[in-house]
């Protein structure tokens, strides 16, 4: 059947206003963005990376900061605005941005943000 995947699930067409229930829920998507310029005299971007984090916290998506990306856990409809706001944050800083994004899709697996970490960690005690 045309447009159709192994087992018969049918994939949205491409800018087809069906929502697509195949990636809903168990989404991680971390993502780094930074403005390419700074006029900090050190070069520092903490400014700028501070007014996206700020768009993260107060969007109340579970979220993770490390130094390099910040994870957000939640499906597409979710996340993608709120990293689009992340960006027009930044964007206040530099007329250039950068960003980067890496996303876990896994349906059906909810509260991933710790989870992922806790099965590593319990190999590691064995």
Known sequence: MPG???GGVRAPTLFSDEPSSTYRG???????????TSDDPDGSVSAAVADALRVVRESGVP???DSMFTTLEGDWDTCMPVIKAACDAVAVHSSRVSLVVKADLRPGYDGQLDAKVARVESRLSD
């Open 4 to 6: 159709a995947r192994s």
């Open 26 to 36: 168990g989404m991680l998507f971390a993502f780094s963005v930074a403005p390419t």
């Open 63 to 65: 979220h993770r900061l």
